[in-house]
């Protein structure tokens, strides 16, 4: 009796472990959602690195300094880093898509969240030292903003 209990137990455990082992379980979406999914989020990234390109190139004395131009892509740039965590709900790791993004995204949750949270506070210091007219502060503004985007890329993107 008592070894049948435990047998019995036994299994139940593992089933139960099995059922909350993060990953393990996980369901599938369809499959047009999961492309629309990924699609929608490289969109989104896609418009950030359109908006982030100049703004390098304007840190790097690539192209001539433009005050206005780092105001309206700081704008545009922190209304996207706004979207990130939305554009990354849908967990496509189930799916059969075509994808840079790791599974540790949704492994690690908490761990995305603060690599999109930096992005978002490096925008929003950029939209207020833009205002400034300090090219020497906002061309490093610009450089902390795009190490922000190479962060979160190291941890949750595949290499190239
Ligand atoms: C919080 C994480 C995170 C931040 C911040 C981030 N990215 Fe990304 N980025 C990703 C991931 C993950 C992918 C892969 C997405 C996919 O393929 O589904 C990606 C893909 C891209 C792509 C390729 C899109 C495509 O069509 O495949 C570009 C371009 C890009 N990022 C630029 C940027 C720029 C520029 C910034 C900063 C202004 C930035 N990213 C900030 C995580 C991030």
């Known amino acids: ?83 990130l965590s939305d554009a990354f709900g849908p967990d496509t790791r189930g799916n059969d898509v075509e994808t840079e993004a790791l599974d540790v995204i949704w492994e690690n949750p908490e761990d995305f969240a603060a690599k999109v949270q930096a992005n978002i506070d490096a925008a929003t210091a950029l939209v207020e030292i833009s205002a400034s007219g300090d090219e020497g502060a906002i061309k490093e503004a610009i450089g902390r903003l795009g190490s922000t985007c190479g962060s979160c890329h190291d941890d949750f993107r595949v290499d190239d």
């Open 1 to 83: 009796m008592i070894r049948s209990r435990s047998f019995l137990s036994g299994t139940v455990l593992a089933a139960v472990l099995a059922a909350t082992i993060p990953g393990s379980a996980r369901a599938e979406l369809p499959q047009d959602q999961a492309e629309r999914a990924v699609e929608t989020r490289q969109s989104v990234l896609h418009l950030m690195a359109w908006n982030m390109a100049p703004l390098g190139a304007m840190a790097r004395d690539r192209i001539e300094f433009d005050g206005e131009r780092v105001t309206t892509n700081a704008d545009r740039l922190l209304a996207l880093s706004k979207m």
